[in-house]
């Protein structure tokens, strides 16, 4: 058999090498002549430049140019992080090295080349930077105040954003309401943390001109864009290449000031030139996530039915919008997934985008989603207590129904079709609801206290062009794939989404197989390279199976359908009587073999001569696909969180997780499944450990993997999954995306897990991260520090 | 001042002219082009780095390549080419206990080392093991199954040979 | 974070050494297991011109009884402080204290020596030392001397050890009969620096204490001796009463430092839980 691939738990190739020792990173590579570079970033969170003398610096051993933004910015035309449909946005221009101000602690001043990174360590240690000290604006409520000073230059006050949604009944909902229950939640801000930090090798050639930029990300033709435009290059002479990339998860798309100085220095010097992070620079340098302080109320009838949202975000993003994607976006997904899996028919949410000086925020897996499912799913656990309710029962009430589809919800997203009533029940059963309730009954009695947290939600996928293309930002919506029969009739598939380890190039050997009635160990699979695959979107916000999958469909069909044209020609049979299988044109009646696919390649490439006059023997497809139908393909799914927190130390512990998940058509279980687990520990990082503390002066005080904690193995809990198969009917493939979905809601299902833990105790946690402190003050063990944000 | 040192790689001896600061890390990374080797945050945090040296798994960047004259080092490309760890390889290729495969280096250090001082680690006794390797990608599950799945063929194998 | 340039040499023995750091004329500093001097390198938080590599002098090395006295080379590592059965029978609260101790691959690196010189107040082996009434053994150019290490840690990361000198090897008086001891610790993650942790170490005769030394760490400058919570479970059974006056007893004895994310009278509460959690879970190890 070969036509069944699709629904396989086909193992990735490309994991062999990463086992062998034999990635390929940007890390890794080294090029003739390569110079390396440092940055001397600003010591304070805001201040004016007085003077910036390099002059020891640029006599250090080792050290080949060293430049400020005098010598460097005029190479690069500016970037603004704003987009049209997000009306009266504002940003202030950026540009590679601080001009004049330094807008964060880390923000880049200097930059050193030298032979090697410790010389240019070296040498950044005799800059002397001369800096007038200003008052800096750390948190967002302050920001607000009249008369608070700019965060930068460039903007006319320190809101970025605004923007209000609301049904016209919203107010009579509230009035009508038998309860309205509310809370004020705070979600700390953390970042991505990826295990390969942030790499560029970019290499000019002057000789023609040519640009080549070797770059751990997973949006590599946005970079050639984005390069050709902002250093006036023809887009023909800037190749971006991808290789393997040691993590990603949104934040190895936006544009930073590090890569391209980088670049710059390639284009002034005309030889390679590498930027690592260290660790340290990550963590003042890699766009942060989340930071969001929201008040919400759900107003409720008498039978737990809810009737309405009122939600207000406030979201904290640095000194700038990121660009290209801009800052806002998460707030604008925070505000439009409130209530999203509930038949809730009124709803208003006001979103404030806020400046401050500190490393941007923007787009980190999950956008938007689990501030979203963390305020709604708490809102509705405190509903069923007022009512005495179950949280499932509660749940079951208010979910849409698996029947009334299509549905357009109280923020306007339109759902073509989801599962929740079925996820519902099958997270019931798996989890085994009503004896965990029993034991989780029996150990309070003996002084244990474990708690039981559920959350739906709802994942946006597979995203058109509204995202960012309306707004005028040159993201791409479509992805494209050439698929070709080699002259021995093996398979190669050059596509536009990219590979980070979810497994983009094995769900695209399979789709490819199955289109040409081949085994996916005879596809080949090339991405990440702007020279050698079709331009497309690449990799964000869950396109890579529901977008590319399908791209790779049609091109393989496209392939099959002009390799039966050519067998028909050599067999002199009628081609829809042939179909493909067992590596070979076969009779599509009897499934007997014609001639095989070697054969055919062979007859093509080298003996073209023997085939009837006019037959086009061409075996190459290409094919571009951007999702019409639905603005975006939405899933849906549910999560549950058992933990124990232990009462005197406010220690908490993750006894187990559990998943249903329903992201339509299954290309691979198995690697669905392994992107649902890293996603839920995603999620539960920021949930109990992960956060970016800053002081009162704008420091970031734990910038080092010693001091802010992400998830480890040691504190994880094996999380099991399940689930429902909605397949999308805009496309042939059916398939959705499942990569936010894990992180969208471990954290909503955790906090209700530790409230349910705490709710015989009288306490209550509002905030993110859970921390021992947090959870020691909600039970009144220790008193509230005197500031908040501790 | 550079320092010449002497010390065995994947059972081949190097002679390489170093300054002293160089990190064990850099040293196999920079020097010798042993890749698979990895920095994730040079502080010893991370376990993406993770050698044998002298046979035991220690973090590359905290040791000084000096300090390592005269020693063995052995990294994933040598445990690769010896078939030491090809059990270990196999059940995480099954498993697909790793996606971008940055910190697979350091994760089959220390499987390989906790399997050769215990032969049935408990799931609980495999993730203390791990406490020290950072993944960001996983979620982990995968990597202790496929390391639990290890240890059990090893030990059926063991009594099959007896 | 790649280290400053500096010269390297490997010392064969203490005189040696010794004599290297006086022709650095101080600006040197000496590399054990270098868990704490690589990183603080690779961090420039420090860059002296020649770094002394002390590692491979024997003098360092071996784990012996002498005279009532367990004697540890400073060179010992964390892993042999976890398995060594001399450390398990002789100074159980090193033994109890290693798995706490950062992760697998670090305790095969890092030295008790280290650990103790670098006197970090969050970490697990100086608690467990002052709790052990352990003597560290320092040798400087005038000769040998034993510090008891009560007077031994003086502040955050200062110790008696002065520039120059090594410690070169750890003392533990051997358990009586009925000693009980516990080590726990409240952290965030497994490994990481705790919260708060405690050493203790009991003798109790027909079942009323005459001897508790207890030592808590991360509470701080350095560790802390519990005094007024051993003067109150001294002379009485460990029991629930004793216990709640021990916990009651170190508000006395701790002034944790205040920070925003651990503010003091959090640590002052964990400190009391894990005190009473420890007492009531001694273990008789002689």
């Given amino acids: ?652 512990r993750l006894l187990k997780h559990w998943v249903v998940e329903d992201c339509g058509r299954i290309i691979n279980p198995l690697l669905v499944d392994e992107q649902i687990r890293g996603g839920v520990v995603q999620g539960l990082g920021p949930a109990f450990f992960e956060e970016c503390l800053y002081d009162d002066a704008g420091q970031m005080t734990n910038a080092s993997l010693a001091d802010y904690l992400v998830p480890m193995a040691g504190e994880m809990p094996d999380i099991e999954i399940a689930h429902v198969e909605t397949p999308t009917k805009d496309t042939i493939l059916g398939a959705k995306g499942v990569g936010e979905a894990g992180t969208a809601a471990a954290g909503a299902a955790a906090m209700n897990a530790v409230n349910d833990a705490l709710r015989p105790l009288g306490a209550q946690i509002s905030q993110t991260p859970m921390t021992p402190l947090r959870i020691l003050t909600a039970l009144g063990h220790v008193s509230a520090g005197p500031k908040r944000g501790y | 001042m550079k320092t010449e040192i002497t010390l065995i790689v994947n059972g081949e001896a190097v002679r390489d002219v170093i300054e002293p600061r160089t990190s064990l890390a850099d040293l196999l990374r920079d020097r010798l082009r042993l890749t698979g080797t990895h920095l994730g945050c040079e502080m010893g945090s991370c376990g993406a780095c993770l050698v044998l040296l002298d046979g035991t798994p220690v973090h590359a960047c905290l040791v000084l390549a000096v300090q390592a004259a005269g020693q063995r080092v052995d990294t994933i490309e040598g445990l690769n080419e010896s078939g030491d760890i090809k059990d270990l390889q196999q059940n995480f290729h099954a498993r697909n206990a790793l996606q971008c495969g940055f910190c697979t280096n350091g994760m089959i250090m220390t499987a390989h080392a906790l399997l050769s001082e215990s032969t049935a680690p408990t799931r609980p006794e495999i993730r203390e093991a791990l406490s020290g390797n950072y993944c960001r990608c996983t979620g982990y599950e995968a990597i202790v199954d496929a390391i639990s799945a290890t240890a059990k063929q090893r030990a059926t194998n063991a009594g099959a040979g007896k | 974070m790649k280290s400053p340039a500096f010269e390297y040499l490997q010392a064969q023995d203490i005189a040696d050494a010794m004599s290297a750091y006086d022709s650095a004329e101080g600006d040197a500093v000496y590399l054990s297991g270098g868990h704490s001097v690589v990183p603080s390198l690779a961090l420039r938080l420090q860059a002296p011109a020649l770094v002394i590599d002390i590692s491979r002098i024997s003098a360092l090395s071996g784990i012996s009884l002498e005279d009532g006295w367990l004697r540890i080379g400073a060179m010992t590592r964390h892993v042999q402080a976890m398995n060594d059965p001399l450390i398990a029978a002789h100074a159980p609260l090193f033994a109890a204290a290693a798995p706490f101790v950062a992760h697998p691959a670090i305790r095969n690196r890092g030295t008790l020596g280290g650990s103790l010189a670098h006197a970090d107040p969050a970490s697990e082996f100086p608690a467990a030392a002052v709790a052990m009434r352990a003597e560290l053994e320092i040798v400087s150019p005038q000769g040998i001397r034993r510090v008891p290490a009560d007077d031994f840690f003086k502040d955050i990361y200062e110790t008696a050890i002065e520039p120059g000198e090594i410690l070169q090897a750890i003392h533990v008086p051997c358990p009586v009969p009925g000693q009980m001891i516990g080590f726990d610790e409240i952290a965030r993650r497994r490994g990481d620096y705790a919260m708060v942790g405690a050493a203790v170490q009991a003798v109790t005769t027909d079942g009323v204490a005459d001897d508790v030394s207890i030592a808590l760490f991360s509470v701080g400058d350095r560790p802390t001796r519990a005094v007024s919570a051993q003067a109150v479970l001294t002379g009485s059974p460990i029991d629930g009463a004793a216990i709640a006056e021990a916990q009651a007893a170190l508000c006395d004895d701790l002034d944790p430092p205040d920070d925003p994310q651990f503010p003091a009278h959090m640590r002052l509460h964990l400190a009391r839980v894990l005190l009473g959690r420890i007492l009531t879970n001694l273990k008789v190890v002689a």
């Fill in chain 1, 1 to 652: 058999m070969s036509k069944d691939h699709i629904g396989q738990s086909h193992r990735r190739e490309n994991a062999l090498r990463h086992l062998a020792g034999r990635g390929r990173f940007t890390t890794d590579l080294s090029l003739p002549r390569m110079l390396h570079a440092a940055f001397v970033r600003s010591p304070m969170a805001k201040g004016r430049i007085v003077e910036v003398d390099v002059t020891d610096a640029a006599a250090a051993p080792g050290v080949v140019r060293v430049f400020t933004a005098q010598t460097l910015n005029h190479v690069c035309e500016p970037w603004v992080g704003t987009l049209d449909h997000f009306a009266g946005m504002q940003s202030g221009p950026q540009n590679m090295l601080a001009d004049g101000q330094v807008l964060w602690a880390g923000h880049p001043v200097v930059m050193i080349l030298a032979h090697s990174r410790a010389e240019a360590e070296d040498a950044c240690e005799l800059v002397m930077l001369d800096i007038e000290d200003e008052d800096a604006i750390v948190d967002g409520d302050a920001a607000q105040m009249e008369n608070a000073p700019l965060a930068s230059d460039g903007i006319d006050s320190n809101m970025c954003f605004q923007t209000v949604l609301e049904t016209p009944d919203l107010d009579a909902a509230f009035a009508r309401a038998a309860h309205v229950v509310e809370g004020d939640f705070t979600f700390g801000r953390h970042t991505a943390v990826t295990l390969e930090p942030r790499a560029v090798i970019a290499d000019y050639d002057p000789s023609t001109g040519q640009l080549t930029v070797h770059h751990g990300t997973q949006t590599p033709y946005q970079f050639q864009d984005v390069y050709a435009r902002h250093f006036g290059l023809n887009e023909s002479k800037v190749r971006v290449i991808a290789p393997d990339i040691g993590g990603s998860f949104g934040m190895k798309l936006h544009v930073y000031h590090e890569e391209m100085a980088t670049v710059a220095a390639s284009l002034l010097l005309g030889r390679p030139v590498r930027f690592v992070a260290d660790r340290l620079e990550s963590f003042v340098s890699d766009i942060h996530a989340r930071d969001h302080r929201v008040s919400a109320r759900m107003a409720v009838d008498a039978d737990g039915t809810i009737l309405a949202m009122d939600v207000d975000d406030m979201t904290q993003i640095g000194a700038f919008s990121t660009y290209p994607r801009t800052s806002a976006a998460e707030g604008n997904q925070v505000i439009r997934l409130m209530g999203a899996p509930y038949k809730m028919p009124d709803y208003r949410g006001r979103l404030s985008v806020v400046f401050q000086n500190k490393v941007q925020t923007s787009q980190y897996r999950a956008v938007g989603h689990p501030i979203a499912c963390a305020v709604t799913e708490a809102l509705v656990d405190r509903a069923a207590q007022l009512l005495d309710m179950d949280p499932f029962d509660i749940r079951a009430r208010n979910l849409l129904a698996d029947d009334d589809y299509p549905h357009v919800s109280a923020t306007g997203y339109q759902f073509e079709k989801l599962s929740h009533q079925a996820s519902l029940e099958k997270l019931h059963d798996m989890m085994g609801y009503g004896a965990l309730r029993k034991e989780q009954a029996r150990l309070r009695e003996q002084g244990i206290h474990r708690g039981i947290g559920i959350a739906p939600f709802v994942e946006i996928t597979n995203p058109g062009a509204a995202f960012y293309g309306v707004g005028g930002a040159r993201i791409s919506a479509q992805d494209g794939a050439v698929v070709r029969l080699t002259p021995s009739g093996d398979v190669h598939c050059a596509i536009s989404v990219t590979e980070q380890g979810q497994g983009t190039e094995t769900i695209i050997a399979q789709v490819v197989a199955d289109q040409l009635g081949v085994t996916p160990e005879r596809v080949k699979v090339t991405t990440g390279d702007t020279d050698t695959t079709p331009s497309g979107g690449a990799t964000w916000a869950c396109r890579g199976a529901g977008i590319g999958g399908e791209t790779a469909l049609r091109a393989g069909r496209k392939l099959q359908a002009q390799i039966l044209a050519l067998a028909g020609a050599i067999l002199q049979a009628d081609p829809a009587k042939l179909t493909l299988a067992n590596g070979a044109v076969v009779d599509a009646a009897t499934g007997d073999e014609r001639i095989s696919l070697a054969e055919i390649g062979r007859i093509a490439t080298y003996r073209p001569d023997t085939l009837p006059d006019g037959c086009n023997s061409s075996l190459t497809a290409a094919e571009h696909f951007a999702p019409g139908g639905y603005p975006f393909d939405f899933t849906n799914g549910i999560q549950a969180s058992y933990v124990e927190v232990d009462i005197e130390t406010g220690i908490t």
